[in-house]
């Protein structure tokens, strides 16, 4: 069973479009995570969710909004879709905020 | 501020070979410390992790990392290295404070080449 699972695995579409990423663990844990990896490879954390509530929001552009329907879901929302949004995104989940579990990423393409 | 810092951006060694992977970090209580791997096109999975206790942590595939404090170092060990474990090595650094909100800081990372 995958604990810790991203919808779609590739993203590609042009600039200006709104689009979603869809993550859900089945892990249990009670804190979600978003980060962004760019074409160096660098990580870098954007979004944090427990239990549902916002608790980290990294100085993202507010075209980013991270939603967490229960505690097992956090979804990412990106509107008007730039050149600059082409990364990896990465969904993770942890317990009590101890060791982190990744999902296998998100590419996602704007053109 | 948080940092962390892993000097080397690319090695490469030969199979059999040992392999150390360097980590420092800049923080101002003590740390939680992670090492994790990334395969290409894969997620991150963890390979050890330091919250407290012993400062030489085993972890999986043979892998073993040392807390030292006073250097501010978190280096990563493997006695014989294995043609899978060419990968990208992160190093990552967590706050073990109460108002720990499980935000990670990652090195830049290290991409290791294994030659046959």
């Known amino acids: 069973d995958t604990a810790v699972s991203q919808t779609p695995k590739y993203l590609v579409t042009q600039m200006g479009n709104d689009k979603s990423i869809k993550c859900e663990q089945n892990l249990g844990h009670d804190t979600m995570y978003w980060y962004k990896q760019d074409s160096k490879k660098f990580l870098k954390i954007m979004f944090s969710?427990?239990?549902?509530?916002?608790?980290i929001n990294e100085t993202v552009p507010n075209r980013f909004s991270p939603k967490s329907p229960d505690k097992a879901h956090l979804n990412l929302h990106i509107n008007s879709l730039e050149l600059g949004d082409s990364a990896v995104y990465f969904c993770?989940?942890?317990?009590?905020?101890?060791?982190?579990?990744f999902g296998p990423g998100t590419r996602l393409t704007v053109l | 501020a948080q940092s962390v810092t892993q000097p080397d951006i690319h090695i490469t060694v030969s199979e059999g070979a040992s392999l150390e992977l360097r980590c420092n970090y800049s923080?101002?209580?003590?740390?939680?410390l992670f090492w994790y791997v990334q395969s290409p096109g894969q997620g991150l999975q963890l390979l050890l992790k330091y919250f407290s206790g012993d400062t030489l942590v085993q972890g999986i595939k043979g892998f073993e990392a040392e807390f030292k404090r006073s250097q501010s170092s978190f280096n990563l060990r493997k006695p014989s290295v294995h043609w899978s474990d060419a990968a990208e090595y992160f190093c990552?650094?967590?706050?073990?404070?109460?108002?720990?909100?499980?935000?990670?800081?990652f090195g830049q990372g290290t991409t290791l080449q294994v030659k046959p």
């Open positions: 990552a650094v967590g706050s073990s404070l109460s108002s720990n909100t499980g935000k990670l800081i």
């Open positions: 993770a989940s942890s317990q009590d905020r101890g060791e982190q579990f």
């Open positions: 923080y101002g209580a003590t740390p939680y």
């Open positions: 969710y427990n239990n549902k509530e916002l608790i």
